[in-house]
């Protein structure tokens, strides 16, 4: 059966998914100017890069063990409550963790590997597809007008913003397309385990439980020297103790908070104004050009939220029979 949702509330559905993106935006920006190396390309942006350096996959390793160990930490403090879980419960936290938290990260990481940033965006931000898909064909969502044509814009105008409809960012690699398509699976199913938790768990209890999860993967995968080695440096550590904050514990956690007010398909089309925003970041801080067509993008975006806000159209009364 499908959740009902308070039109009144809807409001902060969006206002939560928008800050989710905002803040995943900033996160980048900020995680591209601490760990990029001073070079002629840095020259001209306002703050010179720290240079950390740290690989991409033991950075998202670190994140989520910092942000675990914060959350938790948090929680056993002021909500303890919301540490509670019974043993029956556990598997769908790791199912969460693995799948819905370490294998985004990892998948996009991969891609950007094999493609690069553009191509990885896109492909990663075709999620809203698969969740219409599912919502409607296997969760027996109601489908409106709205849902579909909202996914449409969104997916174009990402595509717009990260310059890969004329092909200048594209790049086509089976192996890179083969895990952008995985890293749009993983977060879909992020979207939708996340609505399924909604209305079972506090949004902070799957949330501090994922991640914890999440960190046992990377540390079985990577090993604890390479997950546990790089927090030994100070910078290393306040680095990744920024992002575990701002672009992981606050963004998922509004992430799950918005899915108990808006459906899944709404909230991922929502987070698809993150390219945009990393985009108008870059220009104002680090002097990154912005083209007329990523404008156009972001307003396809934009667009796409609105379209997706608008109220269904009540079904008509029939006539009393005679």
């Known amino acids: 059966m499908a959740p009902t949702y308070d039109p009144a509330q809807r409001w902060r559905g969006y206002a939560l998914a928008l ?5 995943w935006a900033t996160g980048g920006l900020m995680a591209k100017w601490l760990f990029s190396q001073p070079s002629a390309d840095t020259a001209s942006w306002p703050f010179q890069p720290l240079g950390i350096r740290i690989d991409p ?31 029956k419960q556990l598997p769908f936290f790791a199912l969460f963790g693995v799948a819905g938290l370490a294998m985004v990260h990892f998948t996009y990481f991969k891609t950007i590997s094999l493609t690069g940033v553009a191509t990885a ?12 898909l599912v919502s ?10 709205q849902l579909p044509v909202g996914v449409a814009l969104s997916v174009i105008g990402c595509a717009l913003v990260v310059g890969v409809l004329g092909g200048e960012g594209l790049v086509v690699v089976p192996a890179g397309i083969a895990w952008g398509l995985a890293s749009a699976v993983f977060f879909a199913g992020y979207s939708l385990m996340g609505s399924y938790s909604a209305t079972r768990f506090s949004p902070w209890t799957t949330l501090a439980f994922g991640l914890g999860f999440a960190a046992l993967f990377w540390v079985l995968v990577l090993g604890p020297r390479t997950v546990f080695l790089p927090l030994s440096d100070p910078g290393t550590l306040a680095a990744v103790t920024y992002l575990a904050v701002v672009s992981t514990i606050v963004p998922f956690g509004a992430f799950l908070y918005a899915l108990r007010f808006i459906p899944p398909t709404a909230a991922t089309v929502t987070s698809t104004v993150e390219p945009f925003i990393a985009g108008l ?6 002097g990154e050009a912005l083209t007329g067509t990523q404008i156009l993008g972001g307003l396809l975006v934009v667009a796409a939220i609105a379209v997706v806000q608008l109220p269904e159209r009540p079904e008509p009364e029939l006539p009393p029979a005679l």
């Open 19 to 23: 800050l989710a993106a905002t803040c």
């Open 57 to 87: 996959a033991t950075l998202s390793a670190d994140r989520a063990l910092v942000a675990f160990a914060i959350l938790a930490l948090g929680l056993a403090l002021f909500r303890r409550r919301d540490l509670v879980v019974t043993r």
């Open 121 to 132: 965006i896109l492909l990663e931000y075709l999620a809203p597809i698969l969740v219409l």
């Open 136 to 145: 409607v064909l296997v969760l027996k969502h109601r489908l409106t007008w």
């Open 281 to 286: 970041g870059a220009y104002v801080l680090l």
